[in-house]
């Protein structure tokens, strides 16, 4: 069966096509990469299938419910880290993750064990009643991994979730993640930019550019189809060397207006 | 009901937690009561209309509520940038039990950071005529309050950043302090503004303080619980709205 299914999907903003007419499955329990240069469209389709952006055309099924119209069942059936942080600074790491455990309904019994469990596996503990502005970046990381991890969803969506993690935490992360992967069958759809990882821990990898899939299949395919010797080399063969930029936002001025604001350091 | 709980328990945690906000908040309110309340007090009495004090302290706390208010609701606009607003968002329960927890969270806080004000007017000279209606001023605080976070809300939940912050200050939330008989009584005011102030929410809500506390109307009791109620009632639904078809 397939949990994910897109078929013509599409999303414009103000006339900029960022995701462009793609059609794509994932079958219950794999691991699956969504891989592309920076604004490819990657994060723009992991919100539309996570209900935060409505598509502008095109179909999508989600654990069997569509995310445009049935929004709460599929917000049941995923967990999520998202690329950028998500996290309340103001707040624990031990509250950010009582506040994740208390909306998806995990029951408190169940919550205490899984946040002490999660926060030790993160290396976390000891800091577990420090407020998050206080951590470093992947620190925040780590915490986020162990909040999507608290539920368990039948489908976890990770948009870049080792970016600004050191070797240890990013492998003894896949190697959890693989584990929860066979022994609960949950499917794994991710980003990232390191392609080794690609191509060690996913069983099939989509590749996109300038919003369209151009390329679909088990890293050995996608060698295979460009001659190359590594998945680097397949994706640099399809996706060419121009640099890419992302477009900025207003999150500097932002900051700086916040700290003028509330008279606060963060 | 959890969710609403802990989208409460949220706000009281990041307001006890923001020491120099609460204290940052008090300075504007003190200042209007102090050098207002001072100042224009020999005026006030010399045209005939008694302690100015008595008479600006409800206003005041009235201001503190509709500022603390706002603030709140527009706090969702900083939840959208520093991303928090999308792990509520994705979690799989109603955005209409998010709106009410964030509301009641908003609502609450501008209740207490008017209870403040309340007090210290008291050291500053001020007397309420009867301390056994206090039940009922906090009643009065909380649906005020209740109103202006929705609007807040409703309003934060249309904008992308905060460029728009200086335009929901001046041409919104001064308007509606300063045109609505919190600093000057109504009664005597020229018809213009007089007529204003009967669409200002904030109206309503000074003058159910004014009664409760210092006894004097320009409406009556029941046509402020009214008006309030019902416009509580229509910004919770217009602010419910706007939140569930936030994209991020």
């Given at each position: 069966m397939n949990i994910i299914q897109a078929k013509n999907l599409t999303k414009r903003f103000n006339g900029f096509t960022a995701v462009d007419n793609i059609s794509f499955e994932v079958a219950e329990g794999e691991i699956f990469a969504f891989l592309g240069p920076?604004?490819?469209?990657?994060?723009?389709?992991?919100?539309?299938?996570?209900?935060?952006?409505?598509?502008?055309?095109?179909?999508?099924?989600?654990n069997g419910h569509n995310p445009a119209k049935n929004a709460n069942e599929v917000r049941r059936s995923f967990g999520i880290v998202f690329q950028d942080p998500s996290l309340d600074d103001e707040l624990?790491?031990?509250?950010?993750?009582?506040?994740?455990?208390?909306?998806?309904?995990?029951p408190k019994r169940e919550r205490t064990e899984k946040i002490a469990t999660l926060l030790k596996f993160v290396d976390l503990a000891d800091r577990q009643n420090d407020l998050v502005k206080k951590f470093s970046g992947g620190m925040k990381r780590r915490l986020e991994i162990a909040r999507g991890l608290l539920h368990h969803p039948k489908i976890l969506f990770l948009d870049e979730p080792t970016l600004g993690l050191d070797p240890q935490t990013r492998n003894s992360m896949w190697a959890y993640l693989q584990e929860m992967n066979k022994n609960e069958g949950i499917t794994i759809f991710f980003t990232t930019h390191y392609m080794e990882e690609a191509e060690r821990i996913a069983g099939r990898i989509a590749i996109i550019d300038h919003g369209k899939i151009i390329a679909i299949g088990t890293a050995a395919e996608l060698k295979d189809r460009t001659k190359a010797d590594t998945l680097e080399g397949a994706f640099l063969a399809l996706t060419g060397k121009a640099i890419r930029e992302e477009a900025g936002n207003?999150?500097?001025?932002?900051?700086?207006?916040?700290?003028?604001?509330?008279?606060?350091?963060? | 009901m959890k969710t609403i709980y802990i989208l409460w328990l949220r706000q009281i945690k990041r307001y006890l937690r923001s020491k120099s906000r609460i204290i940052g908040s008090l300075g504007q309110p003190l200042l209007f009561l102090l050098a207002l309340g001072y100042g224009l007090g020999p005026v006030f009495k010399q045209a005939g209309q008694g302690n100015y004090l008595q008479f600006l302290a409800p206003g005041i706390i009235g201001m503190s509520i509709i500022?603390?208010?706002?603030?709140?609701?527009?706090?969702?606009?900083?939840?959208?940038?520093f991303g928090f607003l999308k792990e509520t968002l994705v979690a799989p329960v109603s955005r209409l039990n998010i709106m009410i927890g964030r509301t009641l969270g908003g609502a609450t806080v501008a209740t207490f950071q008017g209870l403040i004000v309340f007090f210290i007017a008291t050291f500053a000279g001020f007397h309420p005529v009867n301390w056994a209606l206090l039940p009922l001023i906090i009643v009065v605080m909380l649906l005020v309050a209740l109103l202006f976070t929705a609007l807040g809300t409703a309003i934060a939940s249309r904008l992308d950043d905060m460029q728009g912050f200086q335009l929901i200050m001046n041409f919104l939330v001064m308007p509606l302090f300063f045109l609505s008989g919190a600093l000057f009584p109504l009664s005597d005011a020229p018809g213009a503004i007089a007529t204003i102030a009967k669409f200002d929410p904030l109206s309503y809500g000074v003058d159910a303080l004014r009664i409760l506390m210092i006894n004097v109307a320009h409406f009556n009791l029941a046509t402020d619980f009214a008006v309030l109620a019902v416009v509580t009632f229509l910004f919770l639904a217009v602010g419910s709205y706007f939140f569930s078809k936030i994209e991020i």
């Open positions: 920076n604004g490819a469209g990657k994060s723009t389709t992991i919100k539309m299938l996570t209900t935060l952006l409505a598509p502008s055309s095109g179909e999508m099924l989600l624990t790491a031990r509250e950010n993750m009582e506040f994740h455990g208390v909306l998806y309904g995990v207003a999150m500097d001025h932002l900051r700086m207006m916040r700290r003028s604001w509330t008279g606060k350091r963060n | 500022f603390t208010a706002i603030f709140s609701g527009i706090e969702i606009i900083w939840d959208r940038q």
